[in-house]
């Protein structure tokens, strides 16, 4: 087909040589794709992110990332799905300061589409919010929540649940105190996710009195649960953590484990010989901390060779 459009004169066409470069790199020929990328006159976003996308698709992830560096010095600026394209190939090849700097570059394009609104509401505010409360950078979510009453929005369970996860991260304990007042003028103290982003945030502070009172006050799910435990250990205090596992299988909380599994192997080891289920948290803790430390080893093997 491609010889017929060749020889019809058809093959400076620019859709049709686009859905050329689309079949070749579905169909995992990605030198022939490059070859009639590298022949098409224009190159615009969409035949990039179709060369980019074809090579990860097919496992060539490091030519998709340096054909992604081709397309920044080809002054082409990127859409969602070539940054979707590259992080991939970035998860593939655990190039973790590649994939910072995109998330760098998809939130500053995020902030400027934000910022050119005309009119924003709570929910754009919170979506905001939400991106740099999970991600970072933490202070961003302290100064646009200021943004936020200055706009005369008043700031719902979303709202405050960001600010208290980021108060967390950035140990800033006297907003967070300030935020958890708002929180009980509000009337959002029983909501159970304020209360765990509440222990979560006191925990990692280092503020375990407080934790524990918010904590006693709320209703308890894994997420809470986590929390404590995991301020629970950073703090030193592990010999509590055992009675802690044991009240959480008491209420029938469902065990979704998300701590550092290092430090709860030798706790868990002990408590498994009081409740057989312990054994399954402490194996699957064990493995899980095996595995972190291969791969630790990898990647320093891995920087001493460059």
Known sequence: MHTRITYKGFDN???LDSMLLYMYGKCAAVAEAHEVFGKLQSRDVVSWTILISGYGLHGYNDKALEMFDEMIVDNVPPNSVTYASVLK???TLKTLPKGRKLHMEIAEEAQDIFDSLPNRDLVLWNT???????????NKVLHFFTHIQLDGLFPDVITLACIVRACGNLKSIIIGQKIHIQILLAGYENDRFIASMLVDMYAKCEYLLDACMVFDKSKHDGISWNALIIGLLDCGYSSHVGN??????LEKIHVEWHC?????????????????TFFCLFFTCFSRAFEENKENSRVKKASTKH
């Open 260 to 276: 550092q599994h290092s430090k709860c192997i030798n706790v868990l080891g002990y408590a498994w010989l009081r409740h057989p």
């Open 89 to 91: 190939s970035c998860i």
């Open 244 to 249: 802690c596992i044991e009240k959480m299988f």
């Open 128 to 138: 905001l919010l939400s991106g740099y409360a999970e991600f970072g950078p933490n």
């Open 13 to 15: 066409d620019e859709v």
